[in-house]
């Protein structure tokens, strides 16, 4: 009898013990899908989201972060975010140590959100670089691993269609394209001509100011678009 109680009493303890855990993780999840929803709510107020953007609060456990009131990492991403009348673009942020008090997660309350810094990346499709250089019959695709370029240019009183590849680079928040090998096929164009293209192509164009507030600090190019990637240091959001 006592061997078999004592059987009985460890399968209960294991019993009470898979139960914790197992209640441990449902309410860990429940909590993160709430403290989510409340993030949505407040975050998706600072940039121009065309629908919900998603949040995802990464780390686990999570309780020990929301009993804290400090997220090692949220990460807030949406397509078809509208800058500054550009739209089409996407955008990708990571929140570093923010701070959302337990009471306000599970309220939906946020008033603001202290981060130690933010982490972002933003693609601008080629359809908005080109209406940031606003040149007349202007296109740009992506053809052969580089920016493709083509442009109407008059040449002998006719309109001519020049080709010629690209790459991008910001400087100071401003995007500047980098023209080469300009050709018109079957026509040569003067020296004078193609300086004057090159020249209008590669104008600096100001870039429409980031969101959480981001500065940019590189720039890349590729299928989608341009890449733009961008920081910031200690910042507090608030509504907007």
């Not at 972060?65 to 990571?94: F, M």
């Not at 050709?183 to 980031?210: C, E, I, R, T």
Request: charged share 15%; net charge neutral.
């Amino acid at each position: 009898m006592p061997v078999r109680r004592r059987r009985w009493d460890w399968l209960a303890l294991v019993i009470v013990v898979l139960v914790l855990i197992v209640i441990v993780v449902v309410a860990d999840r429940v909590g993160v899908a709430l403290a989510q929803s409340a993030a949505e709510k407040y975050l998706s107020q600072q940039a121009d989201f065309e629908g919900s953007p998603k949040v995802d609060i990464h780390g686990v456990p999570f309780l020990t972060q929301a009993i804290s009131g400090k997220y090692d990492d949220v990460e807030v991403s949406g397509r078809q975010v509208r800058l500054d009348g550009l739209t089409g673009t996407d955008l990708d942020v990571h929140l570093h140590d923010a701070k959302i008090s337990l009471a306000e997660a599970f309220s939906r309350s946020v008033r603001s959100v202290p981060c130690s810094s933010i982490d972002g990346r933003v693609t601008l499709p080629f359809s908005a670089i080109t209406s940031l250089v606003n040149v007349q019959g202007l296109s740009l695709t992506w053809a052969d691993n580089a920016i493709s370029v083509r442009v109407s240019v008059p040449v002998l009183g006719k309109s001519e269609v020049a080709t010629g590849l690209a790459t991008a680079s910001v400087q100071k928040q401003k995007l500047q394209l980098h023209i080469s090998k300009v050709a018109v096929a079957g026509v040569s164009l003067p020296d004078s001509v193609v300086n004057q293209l090159v020249s209008q192509l590669s104008a600096p164009v100001s870039l429409p100011q980031l969101p959480y507030n981001l500065a940019i600090n590189t720039a890349s190019v590729g299928p989608a678009g341009v890449l733009l990637v961008a920081h910031s240091g200690p910042v507090v959001l608030r509504q907007q």
